[in-house]
């Protein structure tokens, strides 16, 4: 698998450090996976909420968690 190089500052590194001993992570490696895995299936997740809101909109109804 193709590598990314990633420098992060101290403070960084300590908190990363802490959730691979108290998360249940392997490494530091598995923990940024399991970062970006999250943060796609968020995305992921706005974007359905986002089309179905415009899809909502264009149909003259009130989008989907708009209270108006």
Do not use: F, W
């Not at 420098?7 to 990363?16: F, I, S």
């Not at 598995?30 to 796609?40: K, N």
């Not at 909109?57 to 708009?66: A, F, I, K, L, S």
């Amino acid at each position: 698998l193709p590598r990314i190089k990633l420098t992060l500052p101290t403070d960084l590194q300590e908190y990363v450090a802490q959730r691979v001993a108290l998360g249940g992570y392997v490494n530091a490696g598995e923990y940024m996976r399991q970062l970006i895995r999250s943060d796609a299936v968020v995305q992921q997740e706005r974007r359905l909420r986002d089309r179905l809101a415009a899809d909502e909109t264009r149909r003259g109804g009130t989008p989907v968690g708009d209270s108006r």
